[in-house]
């Protein structure tokens, strides 16, 4: 049997699995290409919420997961340059610093770090492109599950109307992600204007991710382009403040971090870090 074949059995296990699971879709048609069908799969993960699910789903998600991974490309550390190899930049922390145009659930780092929304769960919308959703779908429902857990641990604590604040990370495993852990936070949402108040909440979001990733021996980290996206987060504002930010954070934290990486996805977004980089 082929790995191929293989996989293709588990795609078709899960989905019957998933539907079954769903209850509301359990009676819903499978279609007959692998895309249509490994879209499906993620669209019932997505709209899953946190329950138990049976041992042998999970192993087999696991093992569909993992392939998926290896088929999509793992990035490792190595293969990730410093600002010195890929910019020629001279700036402070610049064999400490990298920036990366690329899918961060790609990423065998330490860390990569999820623009998380207040109620800690992952985005809901099947196949939705935001991070959230590829992170969480890529991880598998494991990852929902622990998100699930903390969160009514803090609400047990706080009160059932808790939600998480701005810039307060949380510390996930990271399952089935190359990544060994997730770091989830919630950005500031711009709604009229740009203030210093939103600059500094911003900022913090580095700062207690990187404090966050020192306390718990994490030395490699990627970071997203935080709150740029719904959240509304000017774009080039906010690779200036990542950068101030996190080159401030390495001179006051000598020796803490091997490598910190600002994940990029447009070209836009590229130019943006290249120009705070340089």
């Known amino acids: 049997m082929t790995k191929i074949s293989l996989q293709e059995q588990r795609l078709d296990y899960l989905l019957e699995a998933f539907k079954t699971d ?4 359990k009676d819903l048609r499978t279609p007959a290409d692998t895309e249509s069908r490994q879209r499906l799969l ?10 138990p699910m049976a041992k042998e789903t999970l192993l087999v998600q696991d093992a569909y997961l993992k392939e998926r991974a290896e088929e999509r490309g793992i990035v490792p550390l190595d293969r990730i340059p410093s600002i010195v190899e890929s910019l020629g930049s001279k700036r402070p ?8 145009q690329g899918d961060i ?4 780092v330490d860390a990569i770090v999820n623009a998380a929304n207040s109620q800690m769960l992952g985005c809901f919308q099947p196949c939705h492109s935001c991070i959230d959703n590829c992170i969480h779908t890529y ?37 089935n992600l ?7 936070i919630v950005g500031p949402i711009v709604y009229d204007r740009l203030t210093p108040d939103l600059e500094n909440d911003l900022a913090d ?28 987060f000017p774009k080039e504002r906010a690779s200036e ?8 954070w390495l001179a006051a934290h000598s020796g803490k971090m091997e490598r910190v990486i600002f994940n990029v996805f447009s070209d836009r977004d590229r130019c943006n870090y290249e120009q705070s980089l340089r």
């Open 22 to 25: 769903s209850v509301e879709y």
């Open 42 to 51: 993620r669209s019932l993960m997505n709209i899953r919420m946190p329950r």
């Open 93 to 100: 922390f610049a064999d400490t610093l990298s920036l990366w």
């Open 105 to 108: 659930t790609c990423l065998a």
């Open 139 to 175: 991880a598998g429902i494991q990852l929902r599950a622990e998100c699930h857990q903390q969160m009514q641990a803090l609400r047990s604590r706080y009160g059932r109307n808790y939600e998480q604040p701005t810039a307060v990370p949380m510390l996930t495993e990271g399952y």
């Open 178 to 184: 190359p990544a060994k852990k997730v770091v989830h």
């Open 205 to 232: 979001c580095y700062r207690n991710t990187l404090d966050l990733c020192a306390e718990n021996s994490l030395r490699s980290v990627a970071f997203c382009s935080i709150s740029t996206g719904v959240f509304r």
């Open 241 to 248: 403040i990542a950068v101030q930010t996190v080159t401030e």
